[in-house]
């Protein structure tokens, strides 16, 4: 498919449907990708021919203007067929969501560049040495009136394959963060594939280095503490995790009832002696399978249908217009509400739909060969982004006391214990 092409594709579907034709092409390559550990970039190339970037650029930007639970439909579909290649391009998408809260004059540009192909990773978490609340990285403004970004971040997921990173960043006068947005070929820019987890093994999610790195006045963002943006932005971020575990379990279930129908040995202990797909037993996993999936996907759909909702409310307020603070109506919550809901029970969905892909075909499903092992790997990866435990406990408060749940905005080391005990920990907002 040439470029012209998808762009013509897209123009004609509205919101862009991802073509299943696309899909089969990336999906078809998963197995390789996994048992070679090669890096999907042909497969990142013609999503970005397709401008699947584009998304949630708003109409009147150029774009496709897709909505929350139209982008997280795009999601689960690529992740069925490669959650590596979806969950990737999650921190571009975090940012092209956040653009709507900045200037006119930074939304504008950076939609124009993603409109022509532009794609955006993530570098915001420190691997160690820096405290919770703090960074290390450092975006500094030169004598000159210049900008120069030093740090170094890892869990960079997405950067091998952009064109830019947006890189959490302190203040050099004073306290609270930035955000910096750096070309990834820039001088002083290091981007390593040393990402050396047991899932998600091809997202890039490795260590970027800045030193003294060049960075345009309009890549320098700022941030508001408790903000519309702040609140949106870190439901977000958690929302696509779970569409791409969601994806995960459709592709375990793909394969799943691939192998079934596929299957002619059998077992003297099944009782039936008649083929896997016709054994009432095996019918019941995986009709177990599907009520598991649909649970997940469906509360996933609704947490972005809450999302729209929230960003509705806030625009009525008016608060997602630069400067509008931390008034934000009481709406706009939801959407941190909803997510950490879904957080705490949709990863044991999914990861119980794989769990029973390996009840139905026995031990031809381990073979390395077909590599089914990367559902399970894969969506257990994503769901240590944000301890489980901590979401129950926000949501358990929120319910007795009415305490709002606090986004997933600060990643660092605890404060040592004081002699009478341990400290009170308390992250601050990105």
């Given at each position: ?148 970004l030093d740090g170094e971040k890892f869990y960079s997921t997405g950067t091998i394959f ?120 095996i019918q019941q996993i995986v009709g177990k399978m599907s009520a598991g999936l649909f ?89 240590t982004h944000n301890p489980i435990v901590f979401r129950a406990r926000s949501l358990g ?34």
């Amino acid at each position: 498919m040439t470029q012209a092409q998808a762009q013509a594709e897209t123009q004609s579907q509205g919101t862009a449907r991802l073509p299943e034709e696309l899909l089969g092409q990336i999906a078809e390559g998963a197995v390789r990708r996994e048992l070679d550990r090669e890096l999907p970039f042909e497969a990142v190339r013609w999503l970005d021919e397709h401008r699947f970037g584009a998304l949630r650029v708003p109409e009147e930007h150029g774009g496709a203007g897709a909505s929350v639970e139209e982008l997280i439909v795009e999601v689960i579909r690529l992740a069925e067929a490669d959650s590596n290649v979806a969950h990737l391009y999650r921190g571009h998408f975090g940012f092209v969501d956040a653009l709507r809260f900045q200037p006119v004059e930074i939304r504008d540009e950076w939609y124009r560049r993603v409109l022509n192909g532009a794609t955006i990773g993530n570098a915001s978490t420190e691997k160690g040495g820096n405290a919770l609340g703090e960074l290390n990285t450092v975006l500094a403004q030169r004598s000159d009136g210049s900008w120069r970004l030093d740090g170094e971040k890892f869990y960079s997921t997405g950067t091998i394959f952009s064109d830019y990173t947006r890189v959490s960043a302190a203040r050099d006068d004073g306290p609270g963060r930035r955000f910096a947005v750096v070309a990834t070929d820039a001088a002083g820019v290091t981007v390593e594939d040393d990402w050396d987890g047991f899932g998600q093994r091809l997202t890039g999610t490795g260590t970027t280095r800045f030193v003294d790195a060049d960075i345009e006045p309009i890549g320098v963002l700022d941030r508001v503490p408790g903000s519309h943006e702040a609140v949106h932005e870190a439901a977000f971020f958690q929302l696509y995790l779970l569409a791409v575990q969601v994806g995960a379990a459709r592709g375990a279930l793909r394969d799943a009832v691939a192998l079934i129908r596929g299957r002619k040995r059998t077992f003297n202990t099944s009782g039936s002696g008649k083929l896997f797909r016709e054994d009432p037993l095996i019918q019941q996993i995986v009709g177990k399978m599907s009520a598991g999936l649909f649970a997940a996907e469906s509360t996933v759909l609704e947490v972005a249908r809450v999302h729209d909702r929230a960003l509705e409310a806030g625009r009525l307020a008016g608060t997602h217009e630069p400067g509008a603070g931390a008034d934000v109506p009481a709406a706009v919550y939801e959407s941190e509400i909803a997510v950490e809901r879904a957080h705490v029970v949709v990863p044991q969905l999914c990861l119980d739909v794989v769990g029973e892909l390996f009840q139905t075909v026995g031990a031809s499903a381990v073979s390395r060969s077909k590599a089914l092992d990367r559902h399970w790997r894969n969506i257990q990866t994503v769901a240590t982004h944000n301890p489980i435990v901590f979401r129950a406990r926000s949501l358990g408060e929120y319910e007795l006391d009415g305490v709002l749940p606090e986004g997933l905005n600060a990643i660092g080391d605890a404060p040592a214990p004081s002699p009478g005990g341990s400290e009170p920990v308390s992250g601050s907002h990105a």
